[in-house]
Nanobody, 122 residues
Framework: QVQLVESGGGLVQAGGSLRLSCAASGRTFSSYAMAWFRQAPGKEREFVAG??????IYADSVKGRFTISEDNAKNTVYLQMNSLKPEDTAVYHC?????????????????WGQGTQVTVSS
């Protein structure tokens, strides 16, 4: 059974940084695509960043500020978030599916974590 558990969220001032973690169990995550999504109150869940077997992609809104990385030994993927803005406030979820390609459509993903809250104050 695949489980994804996020951590690392919190309250930070604008311009600050946070690093989110997504610990995977039940599979070797490096063999599959991993993505981060976020959902702000009253908004649709949107794609943030993702790592596939051959490429890594970012939403335009976070490009140059967020970086996805991984630690294979810990079976964990990270999202380093720098230069945070109030509009980055959301619940952040990691997601995966049984393939290696990255998609920005949330319907593609089968496995989801419960999410971690990120709040950026102005």
């Amino acid at each position: 059974q695949v489980q994804l558990v996020e951590s690392g969220g919190g309250l930070v001032q604008a311009g600050g940084s946070l690093r989110l973690s997504c610990a995977a169990s039940g599979r070797t995550f490096s063999s599959y695509a991993m993505a981060w999504f976020r959902q702000a109150p009253g908004k649709e869940r949107e794609f943030v960043a993702g790592r596939g077997r051959i490429n890594t992609i970012y939403a335009d809104s976070v490009k140059g500020r967020f970086t996805i990385s991984e630690d294979n030994a810990k079976n964990t993927v990270y999202l380093q978030m720098n230069s945070l803005k109030p509009e980055d406030t959301a619940v952040y979820h990691c997601a995966s599916w049984d393939g290696v390609a990255i998609y920005s459509e949330r319907s593609q993903y089968k496995y989801w974590g419960q999410g971690t809250q990120v709040t950026v104050s102005s």
